[in-house]
Every structure is written in structure tokens, then in C-alpha cells.
DNA sequence: TGCATAATTTGACTTGCGTCAAACTCCTTT
DNA sequence: AAAGGAGTTTGACGCAAGTCAAATTATGCA
């Protein structure tokens, strides 16, 4: 099986997870719409301060979402893995500028489709509205599961919390980043794996 | 004219609020599924646990949301004022049990639509998908500045963070809410205020 | 294989903020 | 007007975690 099978298998995957049951004719005005991209590490997928123009999905790979504050320092919002959206999402619907960039961790293969595409189906599909609203939602829950881990006030219990929540962000992301994401300094979250706290 | 016009008005402004242009036949239906509540200071609209039964909207009022940690610790998530939802969007979303519960901070009118008729109605015209969306959206916004403020560490420049992004809270909330949504101690806050931090 | 750079750990020091406790102010109710 | 209670302020003290700095361990690349 060749890899773009592979991809447009993901893609269909895609689509009934957001959808749910999907027509024929609506499967095939739908699917030629739909690109892969690949990128390597470091590569920004998405910039803040541009308007989203895509709906990137993730066949493999991680990427990495964050902001800069006020004071130029840089703030991980989340990790993003196989079978996930990652794009700005509330940008993307409000056609606002992100304030968010996602950047590959990792060698990521995406399926992805154009803001003006998926608008332009949209007009003679309005039921796919759903999908907007799955994503959408699954995003409101992951940011309230972050928030709730923030207000966790001992960087211990936060980290303990995240290693019961999402353990594969342990093996997979660097430490500084999970730091970031833990909003602790570096070193208290090696102190934290050490036991010294 | 009646109160109850003046909640019809707010009903219908509710309705192109979230759906933009609305047809005749469209809001003929809708709007005798749209019913009015009323709640005293300290009034549940929504409890944790329970899967939520319809979607409110505060008409007049402030609405306080808020969870409890696993040491039985008080936290709030958000408040909620004239014109805007007051519901657990996710569970209404997801139809699973709520983690937040939603309390009147004074004596509120809600427009409310219950789940049942919503989707039903959704039958007819699935476009009003957009709604949910809209609604979703607005909520991921305001989650994601609340999780922003949070990342800030300095109690000060959260509270100076919340005046810029918030100033109604401050003048309409007591203390006491305000400090747990800002994840201080209240003391702190109260400090802060006094400018001795 | 070994060097260079990045990633993580450890140490020493400082401080913001939480906790406990008590005082003070402002409503509400009788 | 007085009494009671809620809401807010002030004080004293201890500690978790931030910062700066240096050591140690991984990792990629020539």
C-alpha cells in the first residue's frame, strides 16, 4: 500500500470522526479538497499574528503550540500528536490573527484543508458544521483539562497530575517544554522528577 | 411594554447573535421552543455531575461557574454577565456529566432552550449548527484568556491583567470569587489592592 | 572515536505568597 | 440604634519555588 493510500485512509478516518456517517456524494466533493504536507523539526505550521488560511490534521508526528506574553517569554499551550487537530482553531473560526504558533517537534506528515475550501463546501453541506463543532469542542476540553492542571498550586501534584493525564507527553517532549507547559522553571521540574521535592 | 416582550426582544437578539440572518420559517419554530427563568442570588442553574438539560442565557444578572479539586478546594472558572451563555457548553456538547456547576450571584432571568428541543429543531435546520459552534468558539476564547492570565506569576500583574481585560468583575464580584478565579489566596488579593504587593 | 553543543541536574541564595490569627469595616435585620 | 455576621484588611512567620551559576550527562556530527 502506498503512502498517499495511506494518507487518504487517514483522511477518511478524519472526516467520520467529526461527522459521523458521511454520504457518497458528500465524501466525494469533499475529498479532492483535502492536501498532505510534511515538515520537519522546527518548521512552523502555523505563525501568530497571520489568519489562519488551513485546518492541518496530524497522520504522524508531534507539534507544539505556544505563545509569547508581555514580556517576550515564550508559553507552551499544548502538545498535539497522531489523529489530532493542530491549528489555531479559535483564529480559524473567527477569522481573527492566531495568537498562537505550532511548530513540529518532530518529522510531521498532515492532512489539510483550505480555509476557503471547507467554507466554500460548507454552502452546500451545512450539516459538516458539526465538525467544526467537535473540533472545536475537543480543544474546549483539553484547554479546561490544561487550565485545571494550572491551578494546581505544588509543582509536584502538577507534574504527577499531567503523568496521569497525557503520560505520553513524558516520553516524548523535551523537558523544557513540559516545563513550560507545567508553567514551572526548568530546574523545579527536574527537582520534581529527582524526588527533591 | 412587558417583561415578557422585553425577553422575546432579548431572545431574538440571542438567536441572530449566534446564527446571523435568521428566516421567517426558521424562527417560527424556534421561538416557541425558547422558554424564561428566573433565579435568586445563590440559586444552582447547573449542577456538577448532571448532564445538562438546556442551554441558558442570561437575560439580566451575573452567573458565577466554578469546580472542586480533589481536596474539596473551591475553584472558579468563570463568571457570566448580561448577553452572554451561561451553561456547561462541553457537557451540553458531549451529553456527559457537567464538572462545573453554575450559582446566580444575584437575582437573574435566563432565556433557556432545552437540549431535547435544540437538536430536535437541529433536524429541521442543521445550519444552526453554526450556533453551537459560536457559542463554543466564544467560550474557547474566554478560556484560553482565563488560562493566559493564569500563566502570569506575579499576583500583581494578574490582578492588573484582569482590570484590563475584565474591569466589570471587579466592581460586581466579591473578593473572595475574584481571588479564586485569579488562583490567590484572598489575602493576597486583598494585598494587592492596598498596593502592598 | 572524540569533540562541541545541547539538555539536564545540582547547589546556594532570595523572595513572593500561602497559612494562621486577629482586628476592623460595612451591611443587614430586629 | 444595637447586635450579629459577612466581607475585608493587617500582621507575623515559614516554605515552595524562582533565579543565577556551575557541574554533569546526553547527543549529534565531523
Same mark, same amino acid.
Given at each position: ?6 494518507? &487518504?485512509?487517514?483522511? %477518511? ?5 467529526? /461527522?459521523?456517517?458521511? +454520504? ?15 515538515? +520537519? ?10 489568519? !489562519?488560511?488551513? @485546518? #492541518?490534521? %496530524? %497522520? ?24 489530532? !487537530? @493542530?491549528? !489555531? ?23 489539510? %484543508? ?18 467544526? @463543532? ?5 480543544? &474546549? /476540553? ?12 505544588? #509543582? ?5 497530575? *499531567? *503523568?496521569?493525564? +497525557? ?7 523535551? &523537558? ?8 514551572? $522553571?526548568?530546574?523545579? *521540574?527536574?527537582?520534581?522528577? $529527582?524526588?527533591?521535592?
Amino acid at each position: 500500500m502506498s503512502g498517499t493510500d495511506n494518507h &487518504l485512509q487517514t483522511a %477518511i478516518e478524519y472526516i467520520s470522526k467529526y /461527522i459521523g456517517n458521511v +454520504q457518497e456524494e458528500e465524501l466525494e466533493l469533499l475529498l479532492p479538497l483535502v492536501r498532505f504536507a510534511n515538515y +520537519q523539526k522546527g518548521d512552523l505550521i502555523y505563525k501568530y499574528g497571520e489568519i !489562519p488560511k488551513s @485546518a #492541518s490534521f %496530524i %497522520i504522524t508526528g508531534a507539534v507544539r503550540s505556544y505563545y509569547f506574553d508581555e514580556d517576550g517569554k515564550e508559553n507552551t499551550v499544548g502538545f498535539h500528536f497522531e489523529n489530532e !487537530p @493542530a491549528f !489555531p482553531y479559535g483564529s480559524f473560526v473567527e477569522l481573527v490573527p492566531a495568537a498562537t504558533s505550532f511548530v513540529a517537534m518532530e518529522p510531521v506528515a498532515v492532512v489539510w %484543508i483550505s480555509r476557503h475550501d471547507f467554507y466554500h463546501f460548507l454552502e452546500t453541506f451545512p450539516r459538516f458544521e458539526i465538525g467544526i @463543532a467537535k473540533v472545536l469542542s475537543e480543544y &474546549l /476540553i483539553k484547554g479546561g483539562q490544561h487550565l485545571k492542571l494550572m491551578r494546581i498550586d505544588s #509543582s509536584r501534584e502538577r507534574y504527577k497530575k *499531567l *503523568l496521569e493525564l +497525557q503520560p505520553e507527553i513524558v516520553t516524548r517532549v523535551p &523537558l523544557t517544554y513540559i516545563a513550560s507547559y507545567l508553567g514551572m $522553571a526548568l530546574e523545579t *521540574l527536574s527537582r520534581v522528577r $529527582a524526588g527533591k521535592l
